[in-house]
């Protein structure tokens, strides 16, 4: 695994404030009922640490696992947790590639992650992460849309955007993946049921709420 968000960890909150504002922030807090009902959390590729900081004030008794394989990304989440709430997050520095747990979760959250990874290595890793959740689990995933068809003004530009950003990515932490595996198909083959999902008026943002169907 080559890909390595260091260099740009210190730059990544103020590069995502000018290119989307709140934009991707909208797509995470999209489900609060969800994140307040659920005990226990895992968050992949957390990132600087954001989501979890208001994650914790959501929810002030959830048991929250963070796995983020950049050493400098896992070091910015350790400094925003408040000291009181540090015996319930714990912090993972792997690739999730080498995760495995014994405990079952209440809530996924995986957003604008899926784009860090080709085809192939999602097909592995989708179903570990779904062994991972409990019945009547949820998995909250927010992706770019990276339209196969060019059939309008929004769908072209967007295409444009996700090539740069990925030239972008490419130069910065070695990145080799050329475009968004759209994940839903691959989760929808399990016992997950999609019920709720939003597309940004721009059609480049999506989110998707999966819950588990319960087992007998
Ligand atoms: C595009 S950023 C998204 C960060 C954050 N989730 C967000 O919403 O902005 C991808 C994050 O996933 C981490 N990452 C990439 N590959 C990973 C892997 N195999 N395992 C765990 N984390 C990984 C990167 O270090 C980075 O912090």
């Not at 019945?135 to 059939?151: E, L, M, S």
Request: glycine share 4%.
């Amino acid at each position: 695994m080559s890909v390595n968000f260091d260099y740009i960890a210190p730059y990544y909150s103020l590069g995502e404030k000018l290119c989307f504002g709140e934009k991707l922030n909208f797509h995470r807090t999209l489900f609060p009922q969800v994140l307040r009902s659920s005990g226990k959390i895992l968050l992949l590729g957390e990132g600087r640490g954001k989501f979890l900081e208001f994650l914790l004030k959501e929810n002030n008794s959830c048991e929250v696992v963070v796995i983020e394989s950049s050493k400098r990304m896992a070091e910015s989440i350790y400094n925003l947790i408040p000291c009181g709430d540090r015996f319930r997050v714990e912090i993972k520095n792997i690739p999730i590639e080498y995760f495995n747990s014994d405990h079952k979760f209440d809530l996924i959250c995986s957003f604008f992650f899926w784009d860090c990874f080709s085809k192939n290595q999602i097909k592995r890793s989708i179903p570990l992460m779904l062994n991972l959740i409990n019945n009547k689990g949820y998995w909250h995933n927010a992706d770019f849309v990276d339209h196969r068809k060019i059939t309008c003004y929004h769908t072209l530009k967007n295409f444009i955007f996700i090539r740069i950003l990925y030239f972008f990515f490419r130069h910065t932490t070695g990145l080799d993946v050329k475009s968004v595996f759209p994940v839903r198909s691959l989760i929808l083959k399990s016992n997950m049921r999609l019920i709720q999902s939003l597309e940004s008026n721009s059609k480049l943002l999506k989110s998707d709420l999966f819950r588990k169907i319960e087992e007998y």
